[in-house]
């Protein structure tokens, strides 16, 4: 099963996709529908970030994570974030999340930041 690591930039055709997995996973239930998700995560906004790495195995999507300018607002000195780091449940178990962080950490490097923060897990704790 071929791999490949894509941004929502490159390929904006997936961000209905993105969009829905976020709003599932994260924000149903939170005051955001998922029309206001996909207006959001559709919207180019200039800069690195937000920027969401999107896994396609076999040319379909199997999981995403993104890069964010904030995560926690009561630490924005932490920034930037690995954020919304999710995988389908049938692309579960097969090493998808390391493979989606550590694109997202790349991304990270190249704008110039060290990798990103991540809830749960002290910035330089690898955790």
Sequence with gaps: MPLALVTT???????PVTARWRWEAFLRG????LAEVTATE???VPGPMPRTVVLLADDEPVGMASLAARDLE???????????VYVGPPARGRGHAVRLVAAVEAE???????PAARKGSTPGSGG
């Design 108 to 114: 990270a490097r190249s704008c110039g930041s060290t």
């Design 42 to 44: 559709t919207a180019r």
């Design 74 to 84: 009561t630490r924005p000195d932490l920034t930037p974030w690995l954020a919304g």
């Design 9 to 15: 930039s490159d390929r904006p055709d997936l961000v």
């Design 30 to 33: 939170q005051g955001r529908s």
